[in-house]
């Protein structure tokens, strides 16, 4: 490995020690979008795999290509590779498991019992509140998504994470006032993305509760 190799990845590794949740939140975000499409279910993938993964990942590609624009893009370009190869694997795990007429046991009476017997009803009806709150999230997840990458992460950023301008702009390596522009075109589009959704009212300066986690 030469020297220059060498040094990203010392430099990238005390990045990670120093902003780790901010990366874990990042994966966290991505996460939450992919089983709002239905293309992750709840419970296939475990945040920190997926975050431990695309740190070694991000690591090991550092020997071949230095970042040209700063680490935290670098990182989620490479978590978003990272996630998608998981969700592709838990789906492909997904069609393989057993059919749900196919008996797992059997009872005292010596009669067969199907996972269809023992699993949730996948079609239950959500009470009220709970299907209100689905509807909000997936309807975010979604606006979000339709932001271009630099717009979402910089409104993120701001908004959730509580970053100051500067701070967003040595994370971005862009300037203060193209992050300042980024987020008050986010803000602009998803007000109007989500008002006309009926869903909800986006407030000035904050998102939905759920998304601070």
Known sequence: MDRTAWDDRRAFSEFVRANFQLLRRYVQRRLRYYQALGMVQRGDLALEDVVNEAVVVALRRLGEKSPSRGFYPWFRRVADTVLRRQAQRSAARRHRLVSLEE??????????????????????????????????QQALDQALQRLPDEWREAFLLSSVDGYALAQIAALEGRPPEVIREDIRLAREFLR???????VFRLPD???????AA
């Open 103 to 136: 008996p797992v046991g059997l009872t005292e009476e010596g009669e067969p019992i199907r996972l269809q017997d023992i699993l949730p009803d996948p079609q239950a009806v959500f009470p009220a509140e709970a299907l209100e709150r689905h509807e909000v």
């Open 192 to 198: 109007e993305v989500l008002v006309s959704s009926a």
């Open 205 to 211: 300066d904050l998102l939905p509760h759920e998304y």
